[in-house]
């Protein structure tokens, strides 16, 4: 069963970026969609929202109005490695942040992913 882990979380200001890295070790990546998702700090994982997804194509797709034009996800296969690249941070975007998979293509429903790892905390102050 194919589990991940998140990386890159950290404290940061307003309008800086930050790199978000998904990985595995057990298996690849190659065949899997791979979603982003985050919650308030503080919040249950059960809070969890969807922010985009990498099919098994390339294809991303970005379901947080939000984040659309500041967020972009990227794999790189040969790495086993999928990005989250955030720009121009706001304090909005403070979150515990968490990916997970699920086979070939996307969806926004939460349910449908698994592998879920422990989850990165990104942190904006104004």
């Known amino acids: 069963q194919m589990q991940v882990t998140e990386s890159g979380g950290d404290v940061v200001q307003a309008g800086e970026s930050l790199n978000l890295t998904c990985t595995t070790t057990r298996l690849t990546f190659d065949h899997y969609a791979v979603g982003w998702f985050r919650h308030p700090l503080g919040h249950h994982p059960s809070a969890r929202a969807g922010i985009g997804c990498i099919a098994w194509t390339g294809e991303a797709t970005y379901y947080l109005d939000s984040v659309k034009g500041r967020f972009t996800v990227s794999r790189d296969n040969a790495k086993n490695t999928v990005t989250l690249q955030m720009n121009d941070l706001q304090p909005e975007d403070t979150a515990s942040y968490y990916c997970?998979?699920?086979?070939?293509?996307?969806?926004?429903?939460?349910?449908?992913?698994?592998?879920w790892g422990q989850g990165t905390q990104v942190t904006v102050s104004p």
């Open positions: 997970a998979v699920r086979p070939l293509s996307c969806t926004d429903s939460n349910q449908q992913y698994s592998g």
